[in-house]
């Protein structure tokens, strides 16, 4: 009998060739690391089975990850929560490479301290806001290039851009604050791993003007 272990958990018998890996993988693995932490090309037979007929235990983890990012945006207005969706893919796109590693903390810091600059220009003081961590500036200092690209495409709607953006990153502060509570068991950082779960490229996005690479593109403030 053989003792082969799948090579990602080095636990369980591997049972599933990996596309993405080149090896066989155990179901474990294949049904929590797929799409977060393997790669998976969108012709691989089990990501199609499994977003066809989702598990009971995927099926419960979306319900429970709506349950606290629905109430978060409910009451936005369309562009506020295009606004959001766009930050927040810039903070995973960011993350994937961030050294040191951004947390949920730097996220809280980098949106609140963005969203404090663009209040006070709404007031008519420019004061930019720094944030105190170092992942966290950096993260700041990424999405100020995105607000800088919206402001630059929508030059007669400045006032708009910036309140809507801060509201949008306000939004953003929250969940990263409060995901540790609300999702009370899940692995840390708890609101970045949310993330990761909701904002995984599709195959139409792919290579498109909607993703992260070129966030700013396509959003038009309409007057």
């Given at each position: 009998?053989?003792?082969e272990?799948?090579?990602?958990?080095?636990?369980?018998?591997?049972?599933?060739?990996?596309?993405?890996?080149?090896?066989?993988?155990?179901?474990?693995?294949?049904?929590?690391?797929?799409?977060?932490?393997?790669?998976?090309?969108a012709?691989?037979?089990?990501?199609?089975?499994?977003?066809?007929?989702?598990?009971?235990?995927?099926?419960?983890?979306?319900?429970?990850?709506?349950?606290?990012?629905?109430?978060?945006?409910?009451?936005?207005?369309?562009?506020?929560?295009?606004?959001?969706?766009?930050?927040?893919?810039?903070?995973?796109?960011?993350?994937?490479?961030?050294?040191?590693?951004?947390?949920?903390?730097?996220?809280?810091?980098?949106?609140?301290?963005?969203?404090?600059?663009?209040?006070?220009?709404?007031?008519?003081?420019?004061?930019?806001?720094?944030?105190?961590?170092?992942?966290?500036?950096?993260?700041?200092?990424?999405?100020?290039?995105?607000?800088?690209?919206?402001?630059?495409?929508?030059?007669?709607?400045?006032?708009?851009?910036?309140r809507?953006?801060?509201?949008?990153?306000?939004?953003?502060?929250?969940?990263?604050?409060?995901?540790?509570?609300?999702?009370?068991?899940?692995?840390t950082?708890?609101?970045?791993?949310?993330?990761?779960?909701t904002?995984?490229p599709?195959?139409?996005?792919?290579?498109?003007?909607?993703?992260?690479?070129?966030?700013?593109?396509?959003?038009?403030?309409?007057?």
């Open positions: 009998m053989s003792n272990k799948c090579p990602v958990c080095r636990e369980r018998k591997p049972r599933r060739a990996c596309p993405a890996l080149g090896q066989t993988i155990c179901t474990v693995c294949c049904a929590t690391k797929r799409l977060i932490e393997i790669k998976c090309p012709d691989c037979i089990y990501l199609t089975s499994a977003r066809s007929h989702p598990p009971a235990v995927v099926q419960r983890r979306q319900e429970r990850d709506l349950g606290f990012l629905l109430p978060l945006v409910s009451d936005l207005t369309e562009t506020q929560y295009r606004l959001v969706v766009l930050l927040q893919s810039i903070i995973v796109k960011h993350a994937e490479g961030a050294i040191p590693p951004v947390h949920d903390g730097d996220i809280a810091e980098a949106a609140g301290t963005l969203a404090a600059t663009l209040e006070t220009a709404g007031k008519g003081i420019i004061y930019e806001h720094q944030a105190v961590s170092v992942p966290a500036q950096r993260l700041s200092t990424e999405l100020r290039r995105a607000v800088t690209e919206l402001l630059d495409r929508n030059p007669s709607q400045q006032s708009r851009v910036e809507d953006t801060a509201a949008a990153l306000r939004r953003i502060e929250r969940g990263a604050r409060e995901a540790e509570r609300a999702l009370a068991g899940d692995e950082p708890v609101y970045l791993k949310l993330l990761n779960r904002f995984v599709t195959p139409e996005s792919v290579g498109g003007e909607t993703t992260p690479d070129a966030p700013a593109k396509n959003l038009i403030i309409q007057p």
